[in-house]
T-cell receptor, first 107, second 112 residues
Framework: GIQVEQSPPDLILQEGANSTLRCNFS?????LQWFHQNPWGQLINLFY???GTKQNGRLSATTVATERYSLLYISSSQTTDSGVYFC?????????FGKGTTLSVSS | EAGVTQSPTHLIKTRGQQATLRCSPI?????VYWYQQALGLGLQFLLW???????NRGNFPPRFSGRQFPNYSSELNVNALELEDSALYLC???????????FGPGTRLLVL
């Protein structure tokens, strides 16, 4: 099955800094989503981005399907951005999740 | 528009008992997925239901089962509970193939 790897596993930032999270996947996908898991466990949709570039406020994402990677950019980090960010890919019937990047933003 | 809802939010059971978790998808969504997030194991696909039928299951034993009702809501049943079944169980729904999956708030199951 498809393998999804995220890096870095942990990221510590000062408020206001920018960051880039990476997701590599091992096969062609028809769905790629980025999520932010809040402290209560809910997965909040950030982007549905099997290819191309999208932006939403301070967040943007780019997926280069031919090279099998996706990047999530967070600009001007805020403490509320802290949490775990997951990349998930679907090549068949279900989403396969990476292990996540744990982001800690301090003031 | 209401999102995906799950009940109960928390569930405490003892080893050997059965647990039933419920999920209501977003209106108009016909597919429901179940995922397990256990400590140290990450998010793993459990079951997929579409149009009332089980379409696929992940690498879990048969004591994990479920069903989808005519109104597209779904139930996950876990029989003969084991301590390692303690986890956050997440339900997701989507409208069609290749569409975004939207997740509910989850049910935290604790097996003592």
């Amino acid at each position: 099955g498809i393998q999804v790897e995220q890096s870095p596993p942990d990221l510590i930032l000062q408020e206001g800094a920018n960051s880039t999270l990476r997701c590599n996947f091992s096969d062609s996908v028809n769905n790629l989503q980025w999520f932010h898991q809040n402290p209560w466990g809910q997965l909040i949709n950030l982007f549905y981005i099997p290819s191309g570039t999208k932006q939403n406020g301070r967040l943007s994402a780019t997926t280069v399907a031919t090279e099998r990677y996706s990047l999530l950019y967070i600009s001007s980090s805020q403490t509320t951005d802290s949490g775990v960010y997951f990349c998930a890919c679907q090549a068949g019937t279900a989403l396969i999740f990476g292990k996540g990047t744990t982001l800690s933003v301090s003031s | 528009e209401a999102g995906v809802t799950q009940s109960p939010t928390h569930l405490i059971k003892t080893r050997g008992q059965q647990a039933t978790l419920r999920c209501s998808p977003i209106s108009g969504h016909t597919s429901v997925y179940w995922y397990q997030q256990a400590l140290g194991l990450g998010l793993q696909f459990l079951l997929w239901y579409d149009e009332g039928e089980e379409r696929n299951r992940g690498n879990f034993p048969p004591r994990f089962s479920g069903r989808q009702f005519p109104n597209y809501s779904s139930e996950l049943n876990v029989n003969a509970l084991e301590l390692e079944d303690s986890a956050l169980y997440l339900c997701a729904s989507r409208m069609g193939m290749g569409e975004t999956q939207y997740f509910g708030p989850g049910t935290r199951l604790l097996v003592l």
